[in-house]
């Protein structure tokens, strides 16, 4: 089986930063395409940036200049560094991994369990 465990979330001020990470572990044989998703109360769960196996990323527009995703390879784990907070930020974020188990022969998504991010003064 495979596990994503995240952490580093809280409570942040305006104008603050987080840093979340997200570990995966099990019978990994390779991840291609690791991301971070959001959601908000009330709204459906939007992506909030993905990086590649070659770290190649993108980021959603509201995101772009303050987030910054980057994984390492080796620990199978994705950050997410989170700068210049706002409000808006706050929802709960979630990791996926796209990954390969060992012996099998497709991919397949896996998810986190959620950390809170709330953003207030």
């Known amino acids: 089986q495979v596990q994503l465990v995240e952490s580093g979330g809280g409570l942040v001020q305006p104008g603050g930063s987080l840093r979340l990470s997200c570990a995966a572990s099990?019978?990994?044989?390779?991840?291609?395409?690791m991301g971070w998703y959001r959601q908000a109360p009330g709204k459906q769960r939007e992506l909030v940036a993905l990086?590649?196996?070659?770290?190649?990323?993108t980021y959603t527009d509201s995101v772009k200049g303050r987030f910054t995703i980057t994984r390492d390879n080796a620990k199978n784990t994705v950050y997410l560094q989170m700068n210049s907070l706002k409000p808006e930020d706050t929802a709960v974020y979630y990791c996926?991994?796209?990954?390969?188990?060992?012996?099998?022969?497709?991919?397949?998504?896996?998810w986190g369990q959620g950390t809170q991010v709330t953003v207030s003064s």
């Open positions: 990086i590649t196996g070659i770290s190649s990323t």
């Open positions: 996926n991994a796209h990954l390969r188990l060992i012996g099998a022969t497709s991919y397949t998504t896996y």
């Open positions: 099990g019978s990994i044989f390779s991840i291609s395409v």
